[in-house]
């Protein structure tokens, strides 16, 4: 029977063949190679194996080798004492993915970023019937490439104040762990920091995916939704002495494979399993989209606008935040729902979406497509992606928010005896230069309404959410402080933003009573300086709000900025098109205005970024600089267009006025610094 199409991607159609297959009769009388049974490669796992798996949520996930795994041990009890390590959620929250294996003897110990899609494995870490660790996605995702190299870990500063750190609990889950298991993180101080190590460890067994194979083990992944880490995490098993095995859709004839297209080469691959079909969806819940295997673009007014309610208010408000050509990543749950106000808005073309599964650009998929993504510009590795991000690639992040307290440390690992793990929620929220924390402001029950543009709370939620002490730190608010990162925490009634002192109430719903029902919900008084101003009215109007405009123009006189204790003027031009006259003595105006009066000259930097000027007017543009150039110590320019560096410096240098056109703020600043 045909499969209903996915709503948002159309219908399905076949992939376009570019290699020759092997057809049935010589496939049987092919050499075989390294294709074998999942039962026969199985055979090659030994008791205390360390086995890595492949997986975001159910995409790249091998399921056929996970259930023949589970069958083995059910009819004879091995192999056992399996310590199971991967980097993000693998499972459906029910019984796919590492569900299969959640039994006691089979794994004896668990090394991994996410835990909340297995409640199988969540039971034995419970009670306490195997060890358990948790560690942040990016740093495990790394640490296979550092096994792989032959190194001794993964140094990091991710994880440091957290849960993770050591000096709380090292990322060990249960008193099992704690009381008997080893120390796999370590403290290390590098010209006077702290960092984490995480120790390398010898993998054994690699469950990977692809899409197809050769006799000879090239695989390639044309029909997978993402990439992942199969190439460090074969590497890592070959060079630990293990055996990688690969599980495929289908076969193709020896060298008949694009060279390009080859994720894993032959030279690193044991054995090939051709998987039953149920058994190789492109993620649990889509059996195969040619969306999500970038072979066609959805339009993206297909994507239905999300209903008024609570989440979409945070959603809503969460989305005031992002600024053009910002560099984003969504969260899990609520986060995903800026993606959707961000495209009803008309503004998702102005930024760029990631997510830690490697999708850079368009737009992320949730729930247990997770990982997934359409439109998307390019897809690359999980450790490469958590590279950028440690780097503090991310202009800003939206990631949930479970409960949190007065220091601004934020839980949403662990609650009692459930746990989920961070995922990626550590490397991420640590690095972004803006975070924002997304959350219903009490949980259970809460009813809302929206009345003449107010919030109305029908039935207030009966747990806390800002409680006096987290139950488990998974984001800290001492050390995001420390390192003078913006941080918000955005609900359906108020905001907050952290200070040096902790939370403090910036913003709050219009209707909303601030003793009755935002203070007296929470543990601790939050740091009130002045009273919350009102959160924007449109957040709570149906229909647009009309955002697209507010997020593009910036007024002209708010372009120029003097700072005076560094007696630098910054002038931001970024996204401006100069289209007469008018503006160009607008500017000349403000700059005149701005620093005349003080009576020295200053240092100048000007952001150029996406800049334009109607060709008849450059003359008359160039003369203005040339005229603000009066009032400068120094000046220095940038943007990222090549073309308007070499255009715009050619026609300041004609006209005698220094060009010093930079690629980067950063460029800008440290010539103007003298670095």
């Not at 693998?90 to 970023?113: M, S, W």
């Not at 009381?179 to 920091?193: H, N, P």
């Not at 503004?347 to 997510?355: G, P, R």
């Not at 929620?425 to 009345?451: H, P, R, W, Y």
Request: net charge negative; glycine share 10%.
């Amino acid at each position: 029977m045909e499969k209903e199409p996915h709503p948002l991607i159309g219908k399905q159609h076949l992939i376009e063949i570019k290699h020759p297959m092997i057809d049935p009769i010589a496939a049987m009388r092919m050499k075989k190679g390294k294709i074998v049974s999942a039962q026969e490669a199985i055979e090659l796992i030994r008791d205390d194996d360390t086995i890595v798996t492949a997986g975001f949520v159910g995409a790249g996930f091998a399921e056929e080798l996970a259930i023949a795994l589970k069958d083995r041990f059910l009819k004879t009890g091995r192999p056992r004492n399996l310590t199971l390590t991967y980097p993000a959620g693998q499972g459906d929250g029910k019984t796919k993915g590492l569900n299969h294996l959640a039994i006691e003897g089979l794994v004896g110990r668990i090394i991994c970023g996410h835990t909340g899609l297995t409640p199988g494995l969540g039971k034995l870490v419970n009670d306490n019937k195997i060890l358990a660790y948790n560690v942040p996605m990016g740093a495990v995702t790394q640490l296979y490439r550092d096994i792989a190299a032959g190194k001794p870990g993964n140094l990091t500063h991710v994880g440091l104040g957290t849960f993770i750190d050591p000096r709380v609990d090292g990322g060990k889950l249960n008193e099992l762990t704690k009381s008997r298991g080893e120390d796999l993180i370590t403290v290390m101080q590098v010209d006077g920091k702290d960092y984490l190590l995480y120790k390398s460890f010898p993998i054994h067994v690699a469950f990977l995916r692809g899409t197809t194979a050769d006799p000879d083990g090239n695989i390639s992944m044309e029909k997978e939704a993402m990439v992942l880490d199969a190439l460090s995490m074969a590497q890592a098993a070959r060079n630990s002495g293990g055996v990688v095995i690969v599980q495929v859709e289908r076969l193709a004839d020896r060298a008949t494979l694009n060279a390009r297209e080859v994720i894993i080469p032959g030279i690193l691959v044991d054995c090939v399993v051709v998987a039953k079909p149920e058994n190789h969806w492109q993620t649990f819940g889509e059996p195969y989209s040619t969306a999500f295997s970038c072979e066609h673009r959805v339009p993206m007014q297909a994507v239905p606008p999300l209903e008024l309610n609570g989440r979409k208010i945070v959603a809503r408000r969460a989305a005031f935040e992002l600024k053009p050509n910002s560099i984003v990543n969504l969260g899990i749950g609520m986060p995903e729902g800026v993606s959707r106000v961000a495209n009803e808005e008309r503004i998702l073309e102005y930024c760029t979406l990631t997510a830690e599964s490697g999708i850079i650009g368009g737009l992320p998929m949730g729930g247990l497509d997770f990982g997934a993504g359409i439109n998307v510009d390019a897809l690359i590795t999980e450790n490469y992606q958590f590279d950028f991000y440690d780097g503090g690639g991310l202009d800003i992040a939206f990631l949930g928010m479970a409960e949190t307290d007065a220091e601004g440390n934020v839980n949403v690992s662990r609650f009692g005896p459930r746990f989920t793990g961070p995922g990626g929620f550590i490397d991420i929220s640590q690095n972004a230069k803006t975070v924002c924390f997304l959350g219903m402001f009490t949980a259970g029950g809460l009813q809302l309404a929206i009345e003449d543009d107010q919030l109305k709370i029908v039935q207030e939620g009966r747990q806390k959410k800002f409680v006096g002490q987290v139950e488990q730190k998974t984001f800290s608010g001492r050390y995001a402080a420390q390192s003078r990162q913006r941080v918000l925490y955005i609900t359906e009634r108020c905001v907050f933003s952290l200070c040096e002192e902790g939370l403090e109430l910036t913003e709050i719903a219009p209707g909303i009573d601030l003793d009755t029902q935002v203070l007296a919900l929470m543990d601790f008084t939050p740091i009130i300086r002045r009273p919350p101003r009102l959160m924007d009215g449109r957040i709570f109007r149906f229909g647009r709000m009309g955002i697209k405009e507010d997020l593009l123009t910036i007024p002209l006189a708010e372009r120029f900025t003097y700072h005076a204790a560094d007696n630098i003027f910054f002038i931001n031009l970024e996204n401006v098109y100069v289209k007469n006259s008018a503006e160009i003595q607008q500017m000349k105006e403000i700059v005149s205005d701005a620093l005349k009066p003080l009576g020295k000259k200053v240092h100048t930097i000007a952001n150029y970024d996406n800049f334009n000027v109607s060709p008849h007017l450059i003359d008359e543009y160039v003369e203005m600089v040339k005229y603000a150039a009066g009032f400068y110590e120094s000046v220095t320019r940038y943007t990222t267009s090549t073309f308007l560096r070499m255009k715009l410096g050619d026609e300041l240098e004609r006209r005698g006025v220094a060009p010093h056109i930079y690629e980067s703020r950063e460029e800008a600043r440290k010539a103007l610094d003298g670095d």
